[in-house]
């Protein structure tokens, strides 16, 4: 029906299986990129489906899928976290699914130019919305400590510090302007092996997850779906590392009412009740054939919860 889509979706599979879409269906695809989900979805049944970008790029680039739909696919320029209201800003008040693969989309990765690619030379940018703060903003201008900070909390490096105090002598020569002039920065400066993952790796997802605000952006998502689905709808969400997963899971268990006990010194606290179900005990790992065909799914885990009636 429609061009192919020009990058691969993860554990697409996986995630059409669970939200189940059914015809008269309205689902919501929190993190459009280049459509692989909201395609599969469309073609799943007679449903329709509100995508979300944040990226102008996605959104011009997704017209072509617009047309192609005839009326089943609106695009919505925004972030995920502001899901709810862009929805019901259509008029729509409640939806059967959401979906959200978190992170940075392959079609990002793949442009230099937007700066999220430490294998390829651009400008040092990596802003999903193409406005605020760029990574080299941050770099050329935070204090050696705010620096170690973001790179240690949103990147878990254990050379958050040395990292930093490298950065601060560096940008006193010049400032820092694409990509590989950090990368390499952090390849002199972290020891490591031949056979371990590039050193430049948790830098520069720090920067991004900073730089975009992901966490936040996702614990308002997650609160997002949770309002806008409808008793029997579905959440399916992919996530790429543990910072990103703790938040789903936690999200996911205190909805469902599967909070951990407190500490016998604290005040009791009355539970609520639940209204989410988790239809995954534990989190959706790609198959070895896909993490072979599409080495970006290495990480990735999928989480599914289901709004409890009522």
Do not use: W
């Not at 950065?167 to 950090?182: G, H, I, M, N």
């Amino acid at each position: 029906m429609t061009e192919k889509a020009p990058h691969i979706p993860v554990l697409l599979n996986e995630v059409i299986e669970n939200i189940a879409p059914k015809d008269g269906g309205v689902y919501v695809d929190g993190t459009f990129g280049a459509g692989g989900y909201t395609r599969a979805v469309l073609d799943a049944a007679n449903c329709t489906v509100y995508a979300i970008d944040r990226d102008p790029d996605a959104i011009r680039e997704g017209q072509k899928l617009v047309d192609a739909y005839k009326g089943r696919l609106h695009l919505l320029h925004g972030t995920f976290g502001e899901m709810a209201d862009l929805v019901r800003g259509e008029g729509v008040n409640f939806v059967n699914g959401v979906m959200l693969d978190i992170g940075v989309s392959s079609m990002q990765i793949d442009r230099a130019e937007r700066g999220f690619s430490f294998q390829k030379d651009g400008a040092l940018d990596m802003r999903m919305s193409q406005n605020g703060l760029s990574a080299a903003d941050i770099l050329n201008t935070f204090s050696e400590r705010e620096i170690a900070d973001i790179i240690y909390k949103y990147g878990e490096e254990r050379f958050s510090r040395r990292i930093a105090a490298a950065v601060v002598e560096r940008r006193k020569a010049a400032p820092f302007k694409t990509t590989l002039e950090f990368a390499d920065l952090i390849r002199r400066t972290v020891p490591h092996k031949r056979e371990d993952i590039d050193p430049a790796t948790r830098s520069f997802q720090a920067l991004r997850i900073y730089v975009n605000d992901e966490l936040g952006q996702l614990e308002n998502g997650l609160s997002a779906a949770h309002a806008l689905l409808k008793s029997g709808g579905r959440m399916a969400v992919v996530s790429f590392h543990s910072l990103e997963d703790r938040i789903v899971k936690t999200f996911m268990q205190e909805k469902s009412g599967k909070t951990a006990n407190p500490s016998r010194y604290m005040p009791v606290v009355e539970k609520q009740a639940a209204t989410l179900k988790i239809l995954t005990k534990k989190p959706v790992l790609p198959t070895e054939s896909e993490t072979n065909f599409n080495p970006r799914a290495r990480s990735a885990r999928l989480r599914v919860a289901e709004k409890a009636e009522g």
